[in-house]
């Protein structure tokens, strides 16, 4: 517990203005689940307490939209197809199964080899999975037409997170840094392969492009190189 405190607060706090500061994120969630909201309400109506305008996954996928649009799990594709992909699995996994928390276990499980396949990993994946298998084997049981609100919602968001993103000085989908080309052979060519070569030998999934790291690695480099070359010789170990 010490170890786990000490990381938490040594994290330098995160500013609350620029285009990735925690103002920009925490207003972004309230114009994406505005817009989720709106649209569900509009297009299911609030009337019918059996089909839900609105369902807390996108409340999860809004603070990855706006807080971490750079993350790989916060792109389009894994919001969109990571929710619904989830839903189904949820929903057949709790008809099929029939026990609330079977259904939701397996539910959970089916979503997440589903997205890891699909290549849209996005964790409120698995809320949805969750939600959607419970509501299934609850006393609403949830059918197919349970699934147009996640549907409606992600949709909303999306194009939520894609005009405000960009608004805001952050790119979405995200976008890489620049970085020059890379030239067989070359340095860059290097770094790239190596950076390729660790992960793989790392086994673990990083939460970061690697073009990202990339361009990180060569920034870092040409900083130091630079800061190097403004040292007076003498100074120089």
Do not use: K
Not at 186 to 201: I, M, P, Y
């Amino acid at each position: 517990m010490p170890i786990l405190l000490r990381r938490t607060f040594a994290a330098p706090p995160r500013a609350a203005f620029g285009h990735l500061g925690w103002l920009r994120g925490a207003l972004g969630g309230v114009f994406g689940i505005a817009a989720a909201g709106t649209f569900g309400t509009l297009i299911l109506g609030a009337g019918n307490p059996a089909l839900p305008w609105l369902v807390a996954p996108a409340g999860a996928s809004a603070v990855l939209v706006f807080a971490v649009p750079a993350s790989p799990l916060a792109q389009p594709w894994a919001v969109i197809g990571g929710n619904v992909v989830s839903a189904m699995a949820g929903l057949v996994a709790g008809h099929l199964l029939g026990v609330p928390l079977l259904g939701a276990s397996i539910g959970v499980g089916l979503a997440i080899g589903a997205m890891s396949l699909l290549r849209c990993l996005h964790p409120p994946g698995g809320a949805c999975a969750l939600l959607y298998a419970l509501g299934a084997t609850g006393p609403e049981h949830w059918g197919a037409a349970h699934l147009l609100t996640i549907v409606i919602n992600v949709l909303a968001l999306g194009a939520a997170g894609w005009l405000y993103n960009n608004l805001t000085g952050h790119s979405w989908p995200h976008r890489p840094v620049h970085i020059p080309v890379v030239i067989p052979g070359s340095r860059s060519a290097q770094v790239h392969q190596a950076l390729t070569e660790v992960l793989a030998e790392w086994n673990e999934v990083i939460d970061a492009d690697i073009d990202d790291l990339d361009a990180i690695f060569q920034a870092v480099e040409r900083r130091i190189r630079s800061a190097e070359q403004d040292v007076p010789p003498a100074a120089v170990i």
